[in-house]
């Protein structure tokens, strides 16, 4: 992370500390209620520049036997980290993830992640996460990364008519 950085502020429209986040989209992978197949991650805003995240480990993620996959992890801490943007500003996307798996995470437990942003350089945030199973004192991974914020309209012109939601956004786009 570089030594110069910016000043952090909360942004007043963003979710209250206890709060639910707004998902990215209702189709989002991680955290859309209406993703077929996805991990249906909970997210709460928590104090200062935090959120934290649960999310049932269900057969369907197993890796090794009885234990999650190492990329349904990843995606949950991308997921989750992927939050902390919106607490200060406009969105952003991931450009690095980094995972440091520490132990092994049964299938039939609640995952919970804990994120934080560390830092903000212009567009880049700088973001960390741990995950435990009920003992923060515990942990079972850990992760970090980097965010870019964007301007959503320009970002996803290209592919929103791919999206399962791609009729809302156009709506939502055309509104006045
Ligand atoms: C994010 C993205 C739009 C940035 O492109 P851009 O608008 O042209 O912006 P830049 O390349 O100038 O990057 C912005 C800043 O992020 C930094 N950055 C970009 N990629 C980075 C990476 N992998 N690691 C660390 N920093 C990175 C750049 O160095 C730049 O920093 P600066 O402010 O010090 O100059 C583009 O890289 C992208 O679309 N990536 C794919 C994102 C994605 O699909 N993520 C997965 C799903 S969320
Ligand atoms: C064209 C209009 C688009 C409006 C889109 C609003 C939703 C913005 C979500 C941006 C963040 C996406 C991050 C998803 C998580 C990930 O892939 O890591």
Redesign the pocket.
Known sequence: MPDELDELVRHPKTSKPGEPMRSHNKSCFGCGVDSPRGLHLTVHAGEGFTVDARMPVEQWMEGGPGVIHGGILSSAFDDVM?MLPRLIGPPG????LQVDFLAPIPVGKTLHIEASILGK????IYAEAVAHLGDPDRPVARANG?F?T?DVRE?FADHVENSAKAQEYKDRMHRP
């Open positions: 992927g996307v991931t450009v690095h350089q212009r567009r880049k980097v870019v964007v970002h």
